[in-house]
T-cell receptor
């Protein structure tokens, strides 16, 4: 099993749609989790941290399920500018931040 | 304020040569991380430096090495280059005490091994 696994997509959705991405991780001792966003040919940037209680930032909601070892990202009311690759990141051990391969999202008019 | 800067932007080498990649973190950041992003693959953790010391290392052979200087800038060295080393190498920095949880990335060095 990969350390951090994501559905590569691509997810092609119309503007205004709701889309959800899941990510599973193998190390049950992992303590912190994040979603990063990477635009084409650009560096990754932190989108949001994922807390045990779940957290929301505008149209973005992140959830953590420790029992099943997965995290999710929900994007509501998709915008064209949301088109990017979304990277699931797990603090695997001692700042060894493991990245998933990413899920590509394209939002179409 | 300047972000994380990496040089060179592009580097072309032949198999067996050595490559040196450089990274300057954001001012005030003491931790520097190196990642490899091969085409179509996720970021693979290479090395973590903090306060001049190597703190953690990913699953890469010893020919991948580096160091961190007193000004917190860092160098990644790849010896005996192989074709599969062709990738985008990303450097990231973080504030002390944040545990690497908020990484700020540079634009990367695209290494091509011919």
């Amino acid at each position: 099993r990969k350390e951090v696994e994501q559905d590569p997509g691509p997810f092609n959705v119309p503007e205004g749609a709701t889309v959800a991405f899941n990510c599973t991780y193998s190390n049950s001792a992992s303590q912190s989790f994040f979603w990063y966003r990477q635009d084409c040919r650009k560096e990754p940037k932190l989108l949001m941290s994922v807390y045990s209680s779940g957290n929301e930032d505008g149209r973005f909601t992140a959830q953590l399920n420790r029992a099943s070892q997965y995290i999710s990202l929900l994007i509501r009311d998709s915008k064209l500018s949301d088109s990017a690759t979304y990277l699931c990141v797990v603090n695997y051990n001692n700042n060894d931040m493991r990245f998933g391969a990413g899920t590509r999202l394209t939002v179409k008019p | 304020e300047a972000g994380v800067t990496q040089s060179p932007t592009h580097l072309i080498k032949t198999r067996g040569q050595q490559a040196t990649l450089r990274c300057s973190p954001i001012s005030g950041h003491t931790s520097v991380y190196w990642y490899q992003q091969a085409l179509g693959l996720g970021l693979q953790f290479l090395l973590w430096y903090d306060e001049g010391e190597e703190r953690n290392r990913g699953n890469f052979p010893p020919r991948f090495s580096g160091r961190q200087f007193p000004n917190y800038s860092s160098e990644l060295n790849v010896n005996a280059l192989e074709l599969e080393d062709s990738a985008l190498y990303l450097c990231a920095s973080s504030l002390p005490g944040t545990g690497g949880e908020k990484l700020f990335f540079g634009s990367g060095t695209q290494l091509s091994v011919l």
